[in-house]
């Protein structure tokens, strides 16, 4: 003889079970686990309505039963991220080799990598505010420099360009993950002379891209 269970306990047996499972469940999956005689529908109905109007609802989904999140208040579990773009293997070796030699220039840069350097690697890293034009270079030809900004900084956490790690440091922290071109190498940080033989960049250089002027900063003094 089957003993009829209180409609009560049942649905708080169905609500224990609905809220713990990882998946949801269908009247199947409950029934193997309720005792002989409840009686899944009136409890499911029994939820649905002490749930109506709440944060979270009682919903069936392809046949199964879950608990989720009001249709109305879904905004609320929507978050929007910012993510990081990655940067090309070129880029990288771009940015470590201004970061090293700085003030460093496009022939420069092409000398230590071995290929030219692109126009919209470089671009890319100007957007990105990693480096900057410091000035032209008082030599023929007066060719732009670059160099690294307080946002590369503060991308890889270092105080100041003294803190330069070398180059196993470089890999580990995403600086580098590519072979080094031949010809790399890695300078004293301390030796670095910013603003040597270096005359301040226009504001209004042909050379500069539109989003570039945001980088140029104040003429460095050396």
């Not at 224990?16 to 469940?25: C, G, H, Q, S, T």
């Not at 180059?167 to 670095?192: H, R, S």
Request: proline share 7%; aromatic share 6%.
């Amino acid at each position: 003889m089957t003993v009829a269970l209180d409609p009560l306990f049942v649905e708080r047996c169905i609500e224990a079970l609905l809220f713990a499972a990882a998946e949801p469940l269908s009247d199947v999956d409950l029934a193997k686990r309720l005792p002989e005689g409840a009686d899944i529908g009136e409890g499911i109905a029994a939820l649905r309505a002490r749930y109506e109007g709440r944060g979270i609802e009682l919903a069936c989904v392809a046949g199964r039963w879950r608990f989720q999140t009001a249709a109305d208040l879904s905004f609320l579990m929507t978050e929007e991220r910012e993510e990081p773009r990655r940067l090309s293997k070129a880029a990288q070796e771009t940015l470590a080799i201004v970061a090293y030699h700085q003030p460093v220039t496009r022939a420069e840069i092409e000398a230590v990598r071995g290929v030219q350097a692109s126009r919209g690697t470089i671009d890319v890293l100007l957007e990105l505010g990693l480096i900057r034009m410091r000035g032209r270079r008082r030599t023929p030809g007066r060719p732009v420099t670059f160099g690294t900004t307080d946002a590369f900084l503060e991308h890889y956490g270092l105080a100041t360009l003294a803190d330069l790690p070398g180059i196993a440091e470089m890999k580990a922290a995403g600086l580098l993950e590519m072979n080094l071109p031949p010809g790399f190498t890695v300078p004293d940080p301390l030796g670095l002379r910013p603003g040597e033989e270096e005359d301040p960049l226009d504001l209004d250089d042909a050379d500069a891209p539109e989003f570039a002027q945001d980088f140029l900063g104040e003429p460095e003094k050396g």
